[in-house]
C-alpha cells in the first residue's frame, strides 16, 4: 500500500499522546513519510479524542477523512469512529470494555484485544496500567505494520530517557501488544519498502516549537503572555530554550518571560518593552488578539515595534478552542479602529515558523510597527517532517535608530519627520545621552515634532504617511511561493492549507488530466507577484480555512479588477483540509464553467 490512514480513538487525559508520538516517531525513523493530527477536546478529560497517522510514499500530508484502520479505545465513541473508515477496513476493539457485537459491519474486519488485561500482567498500579495500556496498542500496531521490536523500543528509550524504570514497563508493555498480535490478528499492512535515507536530514517537530525558537534565535529577549489553547506552548518551549541559549555562562539571563494578568495587559507591556529597546512577543490565540486591538493601534499610530504571535483556532467568540481555522485574517490585517493596516506574515510549515521569527521582529525594527504572524492550531500543535533547523545568531535589523554621534551631526532631530521619504522616520531609544534625544510618544494627532497636533493637513499627511509605510514594504515581505505560471488555471492558498493544497493538484492531474498552477501567500499586504499570478489566469480558486473567505475577500478589495476570474473555495468544519474534497470542490466549479 503506497497510502495508508489510521485513527487511534481514545479520551481526553488517558495518557495517549506520548503512545502515539512514540509511533510516529518509530515510523518517522524507519524512513516513511508520515503526519501526525491531534483531535482533541477542549476540556481536560472524559471526551473523546483521535489521532490519526498517515503514511504517504509521495510524501503527501494532508489530513484524510477516510481510515482503513481503527483503533477503538473508547466503546462510546465506536459507532460514530466506524463511520470513517472505507469498507473492507480493518478494526482493532478494546475487548475488556462492553461491546455489542452486533454493532461490528461485515464491511470490516474486527479483532478484539484484551488491553487492560495484558497491562495488568505488567503493572498492578491502576495509575500505571492506565498508561500502559496505550503502549499495549503500540505493539499490536507494530507488529500490523511490521516495525521492529527493537527498534520501537530505541525510542521508547530516547523518550523516557532520564527514567529507567519507565522505560523498561513501557518496553515490557509494548512488547506484550506485539506478541498477543503475532498470535492472534491475522493481519499485516503490506506498506511500501521505505527508503531509510529518506528522513535523515528532517525533523519532527510542531510549529509552536519552531516558533519560539525562531523568536530565540531572531533575537526576542522579552515576552509577554496570558494563557490561551493553543499558543501557550509558543511561550512555554520560549521559556523553556531560552533558559539554555540565552542564559550566560555566570547564570545570568538576558531574557524575560512573564505571564500578565490578561491579554491587554501582555501587549500592553510588549509596547513598552518595544519602546526601550527590547526585541519583544507576544503569543496568543483569536480572542486574546480581540482584547489585544486597541493597543495595537497604538503600536501602529506611535510607531513602536512590536510582534504578536497569533496562533489561530476556531472562532467566534471561545468557538472551537481546540479546532483549527484561519479565521483572524482580516480582524489581524486591519486590528484596532479608524484606519489601520498591518504588516501580516502567515509561515505554511514549521521551517516558516522559525524562520519568520526573526523576520517579524527585523520587519517589527526596521518599519517601526505592529508585526502579526498568523500560524494556526493544525501547524502549531501536530508534528509535521521539516527539514533539519539551522540555528545561527545573526546581528538584529535594528533599522533607523539615532545613537548620541548620530545626533551630534544633525541640526535638529524630529521624532515623526520622513526624511528618507519611505514613510519610515528615525527614532532613539530611552537612555541616549544627548539633548536632543527625548521626545513625546503619542497616540494622538502630533506632528513632525511630535507634538500634540489637530490640524488637519497635518493628521492627514501622517496617515498617508503610515499607509505608504506599509504599502511600500509589501516586496521586502516574504515572497509568495509559487509553482508553474503557464496554465489558465490557478490554486491559491495561504498557512497550513498548503498540504491539501498541493496534494489537490496532483489529484487534479493525475486522475482528471487538469493541469494548475499554485501559489501560496506568506504576507499581506500583497507582494507584486501576488497581482502578475492573477493577471496570467483565467480562473483562480482562493482556499480559505475559513468560513467567509476572508483571503478571497482582502484580494478583490486590494485587486477589484479579477472580480470575474477569483472562485472562493471555504473549509470551516474546525479540521484541517482533506485533499481529496478540496479537489472535488475545484472539479465541481470548473464543470459549472467549463470555460
Known sequence: MNNFSFTISTVNGSGSQSANNILLKSLFRKGYPVSGKNIFPSNIAGLPTTYSIRINKEGFTSFENEKQLLVSMNASTLKQDMSTLKKGSVIIYNSNLKIDDSIFSAHHQSFGVPFKNLAREISKSPNMVKFLTNMIYVGVLSHCLDLEVDHVHQVINDSFANKPAVVENNQKAMLAGYEYAKENIDFKVDLFKPDTSKNKDKVLIDGNTASALGLIYGGCNFMSWYPITPSSSVAEQYEKYAKTLLTTDENQSQFACLQA???????????????????????????GLSLMAEAAGLSYFAEIPAVIWDVQRAGPSTGLPTRTMQGDLSSAYHLSHGDTEHIVL????????????????????????????????????????????????????????????????????????????????????????HASAGYFTRGTGHDTDA???????????????????????????????????????????????????????NILKRE????????????????????????????????????????????????????????????????????????????????????
Open 346 to 433: 502567515i509561515p505554511g510549515t514549521p521551517a516558516e515558523c522559525f524562520e519568520m521569527g526573526e523576520i517579524s521582529l527585523n520587519l517589527s525594527e526596521e518599519l517601526q510597527t505592529l508585526v502579526i504572524v498568523l500560524s494556526d492550531l493544525d501547524l502549531g500543535m501536530n508534528q509535521w517532517i521539516s527539514p533539519e533547523i539551522e540555528c545561527q545568531f545573526q546581528p538584529w535589523k535594528r533599522g533607523k535608530v539615532l545613537q548620541k554621534e548620530d545626533l551630534e551631526k544633525l541640526e535638529s532631530f524630529q521624532r515623526y519627520e520622513d526624511i528618507d521619504k519611505d514613510g519610515v522616520c528615525y527614532r532613539t531609544l530611552p537612555g541616549t545621552n
Open 512 to 595: 482528471h488530466k487538469i493541469n494548475c498552477d499554485y501559489l501560496r501567500i506568506k504576507a499581506l499586504p500583497f507582494h507584486d507577484q501576488v497581482q502578475d499570478f492573477l493577471t496570467h489566469h483565467k480562473k483562480v480558486f482562493v482556499i480559505d480555512v475559513n468560513r467567509d473567505g476572508q483571503m478571497h475577500r482582502l484580494i478583490l478589495q486590494k485587486f477589484p479588477q479579477f472580480w470575474n476570474s477569483l472562485t472562493s473555495i471555504t473549509h470551516f468544519n474546525g479540521l484541517p483540509v482533506d485533499a481529496q474534497d478540496l479537489s472535488q470542490n475545484i472539479l465541481t466549479h470548473l464543470s459549472k464553467d467549463p470555460s
Open 261 to 287: 494578568e490578561d491579554e491587554l495587559s501582555a501587549i500592553s507591556m510588549v509596547l513598552g518593552a518595544g519602546w526601550s529597546g527590547a526585541r519583544a512577543v507576544t503569543p496568543t490565540s483569536g480572542p
Open 451 to 505: 507634538s500634540y497636533s489637530e490640524n488637519p493637513e497635518v493628521f492627514e499627511a501622517l496617515l498617508q504617511r503610515l499607509k505608504f509605510k506599509i504599502e511600500n514594504a509589501k516586496n521586502q515581505l516574504p515572497a509568495p511561493q509559487v509553482q508553474d505560471n503557464k496554465n489558465d488555471v490557478g490554486i491559491l492558498c495561504y498557512g497550513s492549507s498548503e498540504p491539501a493544497a498541493l496534494e489537490a493538484l
